[in-house]
């Protein structure tokens, strides 16, 4: 991954001090900035940008949390300070277009910034690699190296059910030469990872199993080896269940954004 | 007019009066939630009610479930039109008061009625069966015990009693020159002397119309009100993404003054007006939520769909999204009978805990998985905002989250400074 320092990944500041204008501002969220392995999926979408030649840019510094963890815990005024704040930056920029690395910050911007004032066109990031793919800015070269591995995905319950997102990340990895395969409860009737609503964020209640345990239980069932997900906390939630079932050697969590990029050969 | 003409008027009066008196309760109940606006696009209401609670199109889901409903719901209500005849009969003394203005037409409604009797009266069984010896796993959570367990028994009992004195009135009925698909198939069964027949035939008519009369006062104090309740239910339902959860206005009217340059911070607080309503955040009582929370209570069937796919639900944890429905109900019921008066309780704390509250992931597969798109999750949130905003409950990790995104704008203790490193480090 050391190639990412030939990509340079501009912020809004420079962008507006050069006088330009990007197409898009890529939203990279906390998880995404800040937690090592969300990192490379970061990254991964950065060289996806940065192949089809999107002209993107980032908030760096000046990007802060959505607030959707503190909205799903139930502490409203956290929320709105950090939307307000938000969205004098995003207005300040003249935002009109957002790609997120995460479906929590998609969900938030997308679906709850609009009532206090912040509108803009809001995409998911495997939903712009869908788009990528169809408009042929972005080739893969052959399958991706995939061939003979199964692939399933793990709907995000922010991106699936809350916003009814199913067939982009889908779409998206049909051209992988893998074969993708579905979960017993999968799209609508997905399962929870267990981090949504600020769970991540605190010691699960009390109970008689984890349930990314549980979940990662109906990923294994499939035989995959690869579980593609949409979203960074579900990628710690079902690596850690990986984990428990001692299954690291056999089976990956890996992002759509990942596999894409690795297929495309970046 | 007989003697059991004038029995049978005071009866019907009665039970249609009774009934509606307690349908008035329920909605100055229901009418004790806060507003909520649901007037807009009347188009897609109508919609989504016609598709989801008379066409029942989320109950297939479960496929067994959902047709065996479906015969059932399907042929219960088209029965029903026999009702008409029955009433007009009791009312007038006449008897089968159609047979003669419908001629031939008439014995193809009463087979059509017998055949779906039957059909009811079969899925029925089934669903007896199925609750009561395989017993489905749903069917016998924590909060199932007692009343909801045999309100659930006590319907499906009355259907097949109904359903069974309906058939046999038909059987039994020698008047009538109509020999009816289902219940020729009796006549082996009963006497043959016409004094007896008389006497089974009156006696089904009667049991037939008085469990009517009782079933629909039976609705209003059982699940089963969910045949009524689930059109408005569906047609106010939520049309907006799931995901998309509502921003308290109180709210952003503070933060908006923090934000706005023009504020001068130092000026005393506006005098409160002494008529305001006192804003509470989030939800302690029934009458912090919504109207259209209130009557998801009274909507709800208590099948459990929700429960069965809550992930807190199916690892162990006490949240049980079917019990916060009926939590919220018992005590809409409760709070309503008060009348103002304060009894010391409330639906939080009272009804639901907090470890309950603490447990949900906001993952909406509860509200996908109702079959008339009931939303357990907004109440939920709602005590959630109640929790932290007014009593400041929160798990320590919470309360570290928040303190970190308000200082760092991140949930954990990172600086924001940094936020921009990982496209620089190797
Ligand atoms: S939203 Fe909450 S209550 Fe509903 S299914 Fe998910 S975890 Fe359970
Ligand atoms: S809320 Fe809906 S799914 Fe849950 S028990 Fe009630 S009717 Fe069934």
């Known amino acids: 991954m050391s190639d990412i320092e030939r990509i340079k990944v501009p912020t809004m500041a420079e962008m507006m001090a050069a006088g330009e204008i990007p197409e898009i501002l890529f939203w990279v969220g906390c998880a995404g900035s800040f937690d090592d392995r969300a990192k490379k999926i970061t990254k991964a979408i950065v060289k996806i940008l940065h192949n089809a030649g999107v002209k993107f840019a980032v908030l760096g510094a000046e990007e802060s949390c959505t607030g959707d963890p503190a909205k799903r815990a139930g502490n409203e005024f956290n929320f709105q300070m950090q939307a307000m704040m938000n969205i004098q930056v995003l207005d300040g920029y003249e935002i009109k277009k957002i790609v997120t690395g995460c479906p929590h910050c998609f969900n938030t911007l997308k679906n709850e910034y609009p009532e206090l004032g912040g509108n803009y066109e809001v995409i ?14 972005l080739t893969l070269k052959g399958g991706g190296g995939f061939k003979g591995k199964k692939i399933t995905f793990h709907d995000p319950c922010y991106l699936g059910r809350a ?21 017993k409860r999968c799209k609508q009737n997905g399962l929870c990872c267990g981090a949504g609503g600020a769970q991540m964020f605190k010691e699960a209640e009390k109970g008689d199993k984890e349930i990314n345990v549980e979940r990662t239980g109906d990923a294994i069932d499939t035989q995959a080896n ?39 050969d970046l | 007019m007989g003697i059991s003409n004038i029995i049978f008027i005071i009866l019907f009066i009665g039970a249609v009066v009774w009934f509606a008196f307690n349908v008035k309760k329920i909605i100055s109940n229901i009418q004790l939630g806060r507003k909520v606006d649901r007037s807009d696009n009347t188009g897609l209401r109508w919609k989504t009610m016609i598709k989801v609670a008379l066409g029942q199109s989320k109950m297939t889901a479960r496929p067994v479930a959902g047709l ?38 008439y014995s193809a409604f ?65 008047n009538t020159s109509g020999n009816f698909l289902v219940s020729s198939g009796l006549k082996g069964f009963l006497p043959i002397d016409e004094n007896s027949l008389y006497l089974i035939e009156r006696s089904c008519w009667w049991f037939h119309i008085l469990g009517v009369l009782g079933f629909l006062n039976y609705l209003p104090y059982s699940k089963h009100f969910h045949i009524l309740l689930a059109f408005p239910a569906t047609y106010y339902s939520n049309l907006l993404p799931k995901g998309q959860f509502t921003n308290m206005h109180a709210v952003t009217n503070e933060v908006k003054l923090m934000f706005d340059p023009n504020a001068d911070p ?17 939800a302690k009582e029934v009458n912090d939520l919504t109207w259209k929370n209130l009557m998801d209570s009274y909507s709800c069937t208590e099948c459990g769909r929700c429960s069965s796919e809550c992930p807190a639900n199916q690892t162990g944890k006490l949240l049980s999204p079917r019990k916060i429905m009926m939590d919220t109900r018992d005590r809409l019921e409760e709070f309503g009978a008060n009348k103002g008066v304060d009894d010391g309780k409330s639906l939080l704390h009272d009804y639901i805990t907090t470890e309950e509250l603490r447990a949900c992931t906001t993952c909406n597969a509860c509200t996908q998985a ?44 990172f600086a924001q400074a940094d936020r921009l490193n990982w496209a620089t480090e190797e």
């Open chain 2, 110 to 174: 009463i087979n059509v009625f017998e055949l779906l009797a039957l059909g009811v009266l079969i899925g029925c069984v089934i669903f007896f069966i199925r609750r009561n010896i395989l017993r489905i796993p749903r069917f016998h959570k924590a909060e199932m015990k007692t009343w909801p367990k045999s309100d659930a028994n006590i319907i499906l009992v009355i259907e097949i009693l109904l359903m069974t004195a309906f058939l046999t009135m038909n059987a039994a009925d020698t």
């Open chain 1, 163 to 183: 916003n009814d997102v199913y067939e982009a990340p889908r779409s998206a990895m049909e051209k992988l030469d893998a074969e993708l395969v579905e979960m």
């Open chain 2, 370 to 413: 109702c079959p008339i798109n009931l939303d357990p999750l907004s109440i939920i949130m709602e005590m959630r905002r109640y929790l932290i905003m007014e009593e400041s409950n929160a798990p320590q990790e919470w309360n570290g989250m928040a303190t970190n995104i308000e200082n760092n704008g991140a949930p954990w203790q």
């Open chain 2, 266 to 282: 130092y000026a005393a607080a506006p005098e409160p007006d002494p008529n305001a309503e006192v804003v509470r955040f989030g």
């Open chain 1, 124 to 137: 998911h990031h495997t939903q712009l690699i869908q788009d990528l793919i169809k408009s042929e800015k």
């Open chain 2, 68 to 105: 065996l409903h479906i015969v059932v719901y399907a042929g219960f209500v088209i029965i029903n039109l026999e009702m008409l005849e029955i009433v007009i009969d009791g009312i007038s003394g006449s008897h089968r008061v159609f047979e003669p203005l419908l001629g031939g037409l």
């Open chain 1, 226 to 264: 690869i579980i593609a997900t949409g979203c960074p906390f579900c990628n710690t939630m079902m690596t850690d269940g990986v984990k428990h079932f001692e299954k690291e050697a056999e089976v990956k969590v890996m992002d759509v954004a990942e596999l894409i990029a690795s297929a495309a």
